[in-house]
């Protein structure tokens, strides 16, 4: 996975690179102004983190209690080791009620696990049902976004889409009359369905239930109108009390798309009268990354994608870049892990300033992660030979004041006198794009001792 040349074919389109970066930084700065509006949000982050902490440190112990209580209310409650695991349950669920309809609510989980592909290879169709879902199901494309999942479209395209698999009138683009073309199309599959899919945001130790968050109301009237529901978890959306609730809340839909809340958040506690109501618990990797010292932190993510809008790369090179389901810093921390070689690019997409840590409601130490993996990703030998080569030599001059007062001395001379063509050729395809500022006579270092010596 080439990060960067992905990123490559997404910025060769400028108009939807700077479209798509003030789309998603209006996002942000909605974010923001949320925030801003909940004077106690540094405490509640606090209180997250530190709940979220505590339930990944007794993680076992809390799964335990979760399956007696879900089971006692009545819901079957199934545990995944892997993406093959999980899928090859819901489907053998689907099978043994002869279920051929899913309708499926956003579910990143079971984008991570494969599940569309292995269930219609199966003979069940499969709808996602979240609009944006619904618009890259349609394309064939995955999400490129894990709240907003079909933000790298244009609404022209949107409506070419519906044009040619909705039958909706040629050059039709006004998002209402889109809008309105897809509930009437996707009505139809719900009332239709022998199933219906959701995902998890939160699952609560204490009572056995499970939260579902939407703004559409998608997973609510899939799940009330089919006769099986099936909930798909991560392993890591536990919170060990209802009354921790509140706090998750809070903080979710404000960072996520800077609303109050989400417009649907459906509590299921039981299984409805007649209906079937399965929770498939699943790993896939999350022990092995609660087991890293440096990276357990990352499984408190609540998946709210505040540190994705905020990130300067994720913004102007698109999630398809990422070549992973989740994207951005906490996809670049999640991913490395599940197979270094094949993402050891990821963890060098980020500059490390630090916003995605800043603006991340459950404090996951996001830059600080990523500066960690990309050691890993050195010690382990994966770094490009001339990379390598290139550290190895920077860091040797770094640690030796001397060579590096001389190295300084020897580039501002330089500097002063090679073409600009020589300069850009050597930096790169950073600095391509970028023009040097004129070279110092003297460094910060010279100018100090000559002006401010002795000063203070
Ligand atoms: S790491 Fe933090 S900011 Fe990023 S998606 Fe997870 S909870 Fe949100």
Same mark, same amino acid.
């Given at each position: ?23 998603l ?17 540094e ?67 079971t ?16 709808? *996602?049902? *979240? ?15 894990i ?26 683009? *006004? +998002?209402?009359?889109?809008? !309105? ?29 499970? !939260? !579902? ?41 404000r ?36 087991? &890293? ?33 989740? +994207? ?7 991913? +490395? ?7 050891a ?6 500059t ?12 996951v ?38 060579a ?11 500097? &002063? !006198? ?30 100090? &001792?000559?002006?401010?010596r002795?000063?203070?």
């Amino acid at each position: 996975m080439d990060h960067a040349a992905a990123a490559e074919r997404f910025v060769a389109d400028a108009a939807r690179t700077t479209w798509h970066d003030a789309s998603l930084w209006m996002v942000r700065e909605k974010r923001d102004r949320a925030a801003a509006s909940v004077a106690e949000w540094e405490a509640l982050r606090d209180l997250a983190s530190a709940i979220k902490a505590h339930t990944l440190s007794r993680l076992d112990e809390y799964l335990v209690l979760f399956e007696r209580r879900a089971t006692a209310r009545g819901i079957r409650v199934h545990w995944a080791r892997d993406a093959e695991e999980h899928n090859a349950i819901v489907h053998g669920i689907l099978a043994a009620r002869g279920a051929r309809h899913l309708v499926k609510s956003k579910s990143m989980l079971t984008e991570e696990c494969g599940l569309n592909g292995y269930l219609v290879a199966r003979g069940v169709e499969v709808t *996602d049902t *979240d609009l944006g879902e619904r618009i890259v199901q349609l394309r064939g494309e995955p999400p490129s976004h894990i709240v907003m999942p079909a933000i790298h479209l244009k609404k022209e395209e949107i409506g070419a889409t519906f044009h040619e698999q909705l039958g909706t009138p040629a050059g039709e683009s *006004d +998002p209402d009359a889109l809008t !309105v073309a897809a509930r009437v199309h996707l009505r139809e599959r719900f009332l239709f369905a022998d199933a219906a899919l959701t995902g998890v945001n939160f699952a609560i130790a204490e009572t056995g239930g499970i !939260v !579902v968050c939407t703004n559409e109301g998608n997973a609510d009237l899939g799940t009330a109108l089919a006769p099986v529901h099936i909930a798909s978890m991560g392993i890591e959306k536990l919170v060990p009390r209802a009354a921790d609730l509140g706090i998750f809340l809070r903080l979710l839909a404000r960072s996520a798309t800077g609303q109050a809340s989400t417009v649907y958040t459906s509590h299921m506690h039981a299984p409805r009268d007649g209906q079937e109501l399965h929770v498939v618990l699943v790993d896939n990797g999350r022990s092995a990354q609660l087991g &890293r010292a440096e990276f357990w932190g990352s499984l408190k993510c609540i998946r709210c994608a505040a540190c994705i809008n905020t990130c300067p790369v994720y913004r102007r090179s698109g999630g398809y870049s990422y070549g992973s389901t989740v +994207p951005g810093p906490i996809g670049a921390v999640l991913t +490395p892990g599940a197979d270094l070689r094949q993402y050891a690019a990821l963890p060098f997409a980020s500059t490390l300033c630090g916003s995605c840590t800043a603006v991340c409601p459950v404090k996951v130490d996001l830059d600080a992660q990523l500066y960690a993996w990309r050691q890993v990703v050195a010690r382990a030998g994966l770094l490009s030979p001339a990379r390598g080569w290139f550290m190895r030599q920077l860091g040797a001059m770094l640690a030796r004041p001397r060579a590096l007062q001389l190295a300084g001395r020897i580039s501002r001379a330089l500097l &002063r !006198v090679v073409p600009r063509h020589v300069t850009r050729h050597l930096t790169g395809a950073w600095g391509r794009t970028r023009v040097l500022p004129e070279a110092p006579r003297e460094s910060f270092r010279e100018w100090y &001792r000559a002006n401010r010596r002795g000063e203070g």
